[in-house]
């Protein structure tokens, strides 16, 4: 992910993840963001805030996630970190049917009251426990109960026709497997409409411009070491 | 839509403002009692009993150090304060003033600014006191002297000899009234007696604090120093040579040598230098149980820990599994929470506290918290001191919807925006939310945030001192970064800085200076420096007064929040309902439950004041416990969300006339027709009582209200949620198909649901339609092609009405029911051989070939009839009219052609009839109970289909009943004009002119005369209804009472007492009649003749002068023609004049 040697315009987006406890935001993240996949260790308050970068061919994407706490809870706190994003990571748990219907209240609530060029994806995630050829990888040992069978419990065709009805992203990842997660975020870098990338940010004159420019480099130096770090601020 | 504010000032209206216990007033003005709790962190049982102005004295001979000249500290003047169980003294103000250091003299201010246990003082426990002596004094009239345990183990005291041994003596001199000081010492000494027995309690709870262990006697050298957290297994945090641990541990020992420790200890102004130097490892855990009021909360139940541990043993909830989920990943980096120990010590503490404080459970962040008290104390005293937390040092923190939270984020916020002005531009500019920055400080209270010794330090200060602490901190974080601050320009950059700030907070401040002790100062002590000096200024009293600025805004984001996604969550059945209405019934539902329970903390308190004031003296105390007045607030995290029978009552009563009683029985006041009411209704004071059901109408309680409520409760858990409420009105309102409808109601009254519905569910059948339509039929009715004979004598000449009302034919509908009923019930009878059967077998066919329907939609005739159409209603006086009886039109000032008939024995012709049905009814073998009898559903379909009114009960009328989004706003009382007899039915001709006029509801109040005369004259005609109604009831009544007598004959052998209860049954049943008729006729006739009078003039007004009274009339209202004219010319002349202004 380093940056490439041409001066590519570069705009940092704002981006949530939203959805049910447990439905793996934190590991979709850390697959993004790390490139790896363990129990989370760091206590999240609020939201834990991460970047990364997503270079596309004509530019450059850095990422601001904010990565919203589990508990139910916290959902009133949601809109503080929905408010001015760019774009949503809608997350359930394809094994799990409770966690589209809280999906698609996020994906209500979100067209309801976030920005209105937000860029949504959905995406069902632990793909690695359902029998797709896709998917399925990693050691077998943790689709554990449903060893023989399936544990989908949400087909793509009715996830997939929503999404399409309600003008969304779609995807299927594993953070567990990696399976389709930087394509997520990619798909969601070449969704964001050029305009909103310029005026996405402060005042838009080319000295906050610049200035924006100098922190990243500030940025990157200690956060390419450590940048599975979450916010603990 | 209906916004909770408007639920507080209904709240205040039943408040007397004196005292204290009103709603936005307990924030505004709390308390004495909450704020003497706050002041002296005491808990909830303490009131303040006797205060008096003291000054205490430190004998200068129970100083350790000699030489040292220390006089100057040992006098303060305070006030001394007595309550249940504690003897308090403060130098900061005593009359509890929040803005302590506005309205008093400097002196009198403590640290706290009425914070908290600030100034200087001390809060005894009157157990821990020992002895107190009255000394002669020449400059006071009265001087106590109080020696405590403090020092005196129990060994010892009976040895008193002993060297080492130092009573801790203090001297108040009391300064008031011979009289005051007297019954303060006999309020002490009576405190004193009662409190003798706790203190072997205190004993066991003194017995874990670290510092008895610091201060033992000689003889106990080698005793074992009590549990002092996990810093003493795993280390604290820290070097402690660089934290001067053991210099700190000396200044505190000869700290608490002199001036007791624990429950005994004085504060002086070392004592707060002390804290804020930072606490010895050792005694943080304890001097934070003392500052926090912790203690005196394990003092009260020393036990409570260990036994909610072992009562809920074993058991599981949501709380733990999400508590299990976050064990791991509380202070990872401490080792302690790398070991089993540390892990368990966390698990059971909050697993305990989420037993006790079932409404908080466990939310992310109390395991970090907790995990950092666990370093420095026991689980018991985490566990309390987590109590003290929630409940009082950050309340709303941690809660279902952590408004706590939010609201601090808010106020955090504005005093940004109010003291660094161009840094909260800046945010503003790049879009920066603070709160996302901010949040996570004040929620784990900075321990997550900065390096866990400074946390530290921050907390030893925040626990004396309050939440002011955080945000003085937070304020103190953005100043000292406020230039690289305004360099960043997104989330990112900005926690950029700040993080990389905490992590050099123990660098140098000034790391270039010349000045070596200038270079000595770390960040961290210059964080405090800007935190306590410059942001001084930030109050208890400030904090408290931008919270309550923000409070609505916060709450009601989070409860339109909450609505959105409670609707959205409601299950597909809401999606029947049309989102409008799912929005209204959410906000009846929680508006219910918290009006109901606001109602039930209001009945209570008023209840324990009035106790109060019978015991004279402690009438004082005024109110107790305000914190949970406002609970159920959804945005507070409503402590039910369940409906119980009583609150579904009036839950329908606001939205459904036929939910409400006719016959109240908590006295009313007379209903004020000009107060807008809404479908909540409102607290109002009665002189005498609080009615049950506050302000709103009194629910009816009838047998098909039971139904329904079974009905909708699928779980029988005696409980409605709101989604069970929404699947059950789907049903009835969401089809819109009548089949559904009339299937519902059948079902309704199925008791086993085999698919038949007895003999006795056919009356209660009859006897519900009968109930739901005796305050007049809804909906969409046709009134012509009635299955009853039409008289057609309508008196408005040329008029299409039938002469008989809908209402009335209804009733007939309903008789005709029943008789068909058991005709159909018993398949052998010879009458169903006859032509009564195929034709409603046609008509059935005909229905399913929804030909009907589109006859019905076809029918050029078919007109609305609602609260405001009077045609039928004037028909119904037309049909009246005749039979007035010539002695009550001569008791009538004026000769009115619209009579009523008050007389509650009159029959109407179509009575008699009705009469005569029910003996047809008799001879009817299907009740001959020996006879088993039953309907099914097709019957029961048939039946309603073959009477036309009836179906379009079904069709109609009943699903039309449920005015979920409007209410009954005009129409919530029974007795006042909005009811079925609305006074524009009174009317013919010119009362009708009249009502078009005014329009429906909201002219009316607009013309108060015509108003009062629609109430007047509605009461009058609700009369004649209540006769109609009652003499359908009396059918009923009649055809049942016949079946009961042949059943008994039949059972003669059945048990006496059951037949007992069948006669209670029926005497009740009569009496109700009895009542209800006399009520109907003689007892609402009574007021009416004066009332009538006034409507009669009234009317004579406007219908005398029509033009000019519609002017006045429609003046009034602002509303119509003329006065929108007149307006509008008024507005043109304004414009003009601002045009001048401009132009000049
Ligand atoms: N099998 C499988 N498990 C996953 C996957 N993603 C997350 N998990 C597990 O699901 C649980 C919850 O994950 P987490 O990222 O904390 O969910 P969050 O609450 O949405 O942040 C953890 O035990 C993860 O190991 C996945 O793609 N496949
Ligand atoms: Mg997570």
Redesign the interface.
Known sequence: MADSNAPKPSSSVKLVLLGEAAVGKSSLVLRFVNNDFQENKEPTIGAAFLTQKCNLPTRTIKFEIWDTAGQERFASLAPMYYRNAQAALVVYDLTKPTSLIKAKHWVAELQRQASPGIVIALVGNKLDLTNDEAGAGGDAEDVGAEESGDARKISTEEAKTYAEEEGLLFFETSAKTGYHVTEVFTAIANAIPETSLKTARGPGAAHAASRTEEQRVNLNGPRDSNAKETCVC | MLSFSSFVQKAQQLLDPTQGLNLSESDRNPSKASLFQSQFRLPSSQHPLYEITAELTIPPANATQGGRDRDLGYQYAGKLHLSEAYLSFSTTPSSFLQSASTSTSSIFTGQTHGGGPGGNGFTFPLCAIRRVERLHSQNFQFALSISTWNGISQDAAKDRDKKDLKEQRVTLQLAGSRQACERFCDGLKKGLRANVGNVAKMKKVTAECYSEYLLRPEDKKNAAPPDAGLGMMFKYPGDPKKLRDRAKMRLWAEYLRDNGRNMTLIRQPTFHKLIRVGLPNRLRGEIWELTSGSIYLRLENPTLYADTLSKFSGQESLAID?IE??L?????EYPGFQSEEGIGRLRRVLTAYSWVNADVGY???M??VVAALLIYMSEAQAFFLLSALCDRLVPGYY?????G??LD?KVFESLVEKTMPILWEHLV???V?L???S???F??LYI??MPLVFAFRVLDVFFVEGPKVLFQVGLAILRINGEELL???????F??V???Y?ASLDESAHPKSENPKLRAVTKFQELMVVAFKEFSGITHSSITELRLKNKDAVLS??EN??K??AI??LGPDSKLLSTDELGALYDRFYGVLYERQQRDHIIKQEQARRARTSRSRIAEAASEGDHGVEKGRVGLGPSTSLMDYDAFREFLAGMCKWAISDAPSTPRREASADKEKGFYGSFRRSDATLSPWGAGPEPADHEFLQRLFQKWDTDSSSALTLQKVVSGLARIKGKRDIMGTITYFFELHDNDGDGKVDREGILRMSEALLFLSRRGLEGTLNPTNSSLTLTGDGTNGGSDVPGQSVNERFLGSVSAFIRRCFEYADPDHPKNQDNAMPKLQAKLGSIQLEEHEGDELANPDAFAIGDDDDEDEDDLLAMDSPTASPKTAAQKPDTQPPTLQPNSTHLSPDDRRRVSKAQSVKANAALDPSNPLHITLPTFRMVVLADELLEQFFESSFPASFHIIEGLASAATPKSASSLTTFSSIGIGAGRAVNAELGAGAGREGAPGGAGAGAGAGRGLRGVLDNIVTDGMRVAAEVRRRMEEAQRELEKNAVAGQQQRASNDEEEEEDEEGFRGGEGGGGAYKGDAERRSVRSSDRDLLTGADAEASDGAVTDVGEGEVGRNGELGAAEGTGKVVGVEFDG
């Open positions: 999400e989920k976050d791991n990943r509380s202070l990872p939310c992310q962040a395991n970090i809660s279902t919807t952590m408004y939270t939010l984020q500019k790049s879009d939310q709160s996302v920055v949040l996570p400080w929620l784990s997550n945030s360099d960043a320009t997104d989330d990112g950059a926690i950029s700040l993080k990389s905490f984001n989070i929040f909450a959105r996604t959205r969550n």
